[in-house]
């Protein structure tokens, strides 16, 4: 299923932007699960709607632990630099189509008294 939600192509993608895991200065600790297998529960809760506790086991990380390194991503601006490579890598092959790109105004900030 990890392989379905994060396909070889996105994960190399994802390896340029996903910043380096945090060392323990005391070390030990329980091992770190692999940023695939949380990228594809992290994409499994995105496309599904449920929630980070109906997490399937299958994944391997609790909803508890992808949902923090969704959260050490998100600080990190993982998900707008991927999503940026995403559009170069596909600009760069022709298979980006901008008469279908809409903005709305949340993204463009209205001119003073502008109409």
């Not at 005391?26 to 770190?32: A, K, L, T, Y």
């Not at 559009?87 to 003073?112: F, I, P, Q, Y």
């Amino acid at each position: 299923m990890v392989e379905r939600l994060v396909p070889e192509e996105l994960w190399e993608l994802f390896q340029r932007v996903v910043p380096p895991a945090p060392r323990r200065p005391q070390g030990g600790g329980r091992r770190r699960h692999g940023d695939r297998e949380v990228l594809a529960a992290i994409v499994f809760v995105a496309t599904t709607g449920c929630t980070w506790q109906q997490l399937p086991p299958v994944f391997g990380p609790s909803g508890p632990t992808a949902h923090r390194r969704f959260t050490e991503w998100t600080a990190a601006g993982v998900w707008a630099k991927l999503h940026r490579l995403v559009l170069d890598e596909l600009g760069g092959r022709g298979e980006l189509d901008w008469s279908r790109c809409a903005t709305d105004s949340v993204s463009v900030r209205a001119s003073k008294g502008g109409s």
